[in-house]
């Protein structure tokens, strides 16, 4: 029996043809950047206050600069023990029988008195446009604003579940085109929404497809790269999505209009489709489903272009997880030691959308320019790729793991109890837990692959990561809503979770150097499997000839 991976060391497992499709796969995690936390760009929410039509008229008629007709619109309220103009609130003025003066000294306001906003809102937003400003999104109805990042993790929540299901069962390059062509379309409806609610409901279809097709296109790199690069691989195809952070406040800078900026995150999910002509099918899909034929053509042709020859092994490949048993959600609860793995996992996926998202959405109502602090803030994301990578193989999962989570709370605290005045230091502090969030949110993606036994891995994966949407929907909630509070509250709780996660990694088992289970009992019974490796070892050199085994030992010492 050949297997694939047998027959990808003939076809080369890295060679030229995977690093081409791997590169245009990549793409893929840019544009995504821009629709994940996109919000803080299309719903800034700039200084507000009360419009009064008679003011703006008295205004343009008197010559008033902004903060002079403001001043007359909106009283002072006492906010956290400092006065300030307030958003929400107007005075009540009949401008109509005021006298007709154009001297603001000699209009006392201070004994009016106030009410809601009746005639909207002005924006201080320098001639931008949000989605807030033109559908005035503020005050009673600031709300609003968390639901474009709710519903946007709804669709990652139905879209990640219904792709995989559609990936398995009709192939990872459909799955992939056919999702890219829904967030071709979904985009460009957002962009053109008439209304708040329209906007809603494009954005949930919209989130319906990105992930589905970046989860898709994670696992066909994965399948046609030889097994001791899909780490790498994996973690170099997230790593591209900080590239994406990075050109989004850039884009933002000079796209002023929330609509346009839709479109040009959108336009690149319209040229993936043209992946149709560049990227094969995975031949271990194709194996699967029991279409050999077409997987050995597209093999011999990956072989062609990796300038490799392949022997006539390829015509025994079989599936070497065709025998695998059906999984069921009982499984990953069952027993002891696989209940525990399920509930640890799914609590740092939720944990880890809820700090990063949180962590990036904060940019957005800290006050200060928000282009150069995302920027800076996205910078730190690159490290954590090359910390992963240098650290998993000479010290292991666990602690790499934990301490990420562990360094993220303690800089959340740190930060939220650091003065303003000291802007620098608290920024460094916050790009610190920045850094360690990103590589606990990279490291569960295959921490959960390490910890399932084969016929459970897909299933176990996709039942976790849903706490990630789940923290998604929460994350904006949590963070506009107790903001209000206290600007810092957010961190605390974000930085509490963070705590817990890193704690509850320490009593997952190390995975580095152990062969992935293949069974529920190599999970329960982990003793088991080492003692049997230690048999077949012995075994193996029982089998070989004496001169053979002596060869193996070590030289003696003088």
């Known amino acids: 029996m050949t297997t694939f991976d047998d027959i990808l060391e003939e076809a080369g497992q890295f060679g030229r043809c995977q690093k081409r499709i791997f590169g245009l796969l990549c793409m893929v995690s840019m544009p995504w950047a821009g629709v994940y936390v996109g919000i ?315 700090v990063y998202q949180g962590l990036i959405m904060r940019l957005g109502i800290l006050g200060g320019n928000v282009y150069i602090d995302f920027l800076i803030s996205g910078l730190v994301e690159f490290p954590a790729a090359f910390l992963i990578l240098f650290t998993i193989e000479r010290i292991g999962r666990r602690i790499p793991f934990a301490s990420a989570n562990i360094v993220a709370g303690a800089a959340c605290f740190i930060t939220a109890l650091i003065p303003d005045s000291m802007f620098w230091f608290k920024m460094v502090v916050a790009c610190i837990g920045r850094l360690g969030i990103t590589m606990s949110f990279e490291m569960v993606v295959f921490v959960n692959t390490e910890l399932y036994p084969t016929f459970v891995r897909n299933l176990g994966v996709s039942v976790c990561s849903t706490l990630c949407d789940v923290g998604g929907i929460v994350a904006p909630f949590l963070l506009y809503r107790l903001a209000v509070i206290w600007l810092e509250l957010p961190l605390i709780i974000f930085g509490s979770l963070a705590f817990v996660a890193g704690g509850l990694v320490l009593l997952l088992p190390e995975t580095r150097g152990v062969p992935l289970p293949e069974t529920i009992d190599d999970i329960e019974f982990p003793e088991k499997v080492k003692e049997n490796a230690a048999l077949k070892k012995q075994q193996l050199a029982n089998l070989l000839p004496n001169n053979d085994v002596s060869t193996n030992k070590e030289p003696a010492t003088v």
């Open 40 to 354: 803080v760009f299309q719903g800034f929410t700039p200084d507000h206050w009360c419009r009064d039509p008679a003011v703006v008229e008295r205004r343009q008629a008197c010559g008033w600069s902004l903060a002079e007709s403001r001043s007359l619109t909106v009283p002072l309220v006492n906010s956290s023990g400092v006065l300030q103009q307030s958003s929400c609130e107007q005075y009540e003025v009949d401008w109509n029988t005021t006298a007709l003066t154009c001297d603001t000294q000699e209009l006392d306001l201070s004994t009016t008195p106030t009410g809601a906003c009746k005639g909207g809102w002005e924006y201080d937003y320098e001639g931008r446009n949000s989605f807030v400003t033109e559908f005035d999104l503020v005050c009673s109805d600031g709300w609003l604003v968390d639901m474009y990042q709710a519903t946007l993790n709804v669709g990652f929540l139905i879209g990640s579940i219904a792709t995989g299901y559609l990936a398995d069962r009709f192939g990872r390059k459909i799955s992939f085109l056919m999702s890219n062509l829904l967030n071709g379309i979904a985009g460009i409806l957002v962009a053109v929404s008439p209304n708040y609610v329209a906007l809603l409901v494009f954005r949930t279809l919209y989130g319906f497809g990105v992930k589905g097709g970046w989860v898709v296109g994670y696992v066909l790199i994965t399948e046609i790269v030889g097994v001791e690069h899909r780490r790498t691989v994996g973690v170099l195809y997230q790593m591209f999505f900080s590239v994406g952070i990075l050109l989004l406040p850039l884009l933002a800078y000079f796209i002023t209009d929330w609509r346009w900026l839709q479109v040009v995150i959108t336009v690149p999910y319209i040229l993936f489709v043209s992946y149709y002509w560049f990227v094969p099918e995975s031949p271990r899909w194709l194996l699967s489903q029991n279409k050999k034929s077409k997987a050995i053509e597209i093999t011999k042709a990956m072989a062609k272009e990796n300038k490799r020859t392949l022997s006539k092994n390829i015509e025994n490949l079989t599936d070497d997880n065709s025998d695998s048993c059906t999984a069921s959600f009982m499984d990953l609860i069952r027993t002891p030691k696989m209940r525990k793995h399920t509930l640890i996992l799914s609590f740092n996926w939720f944990t880890s959308a809820v």
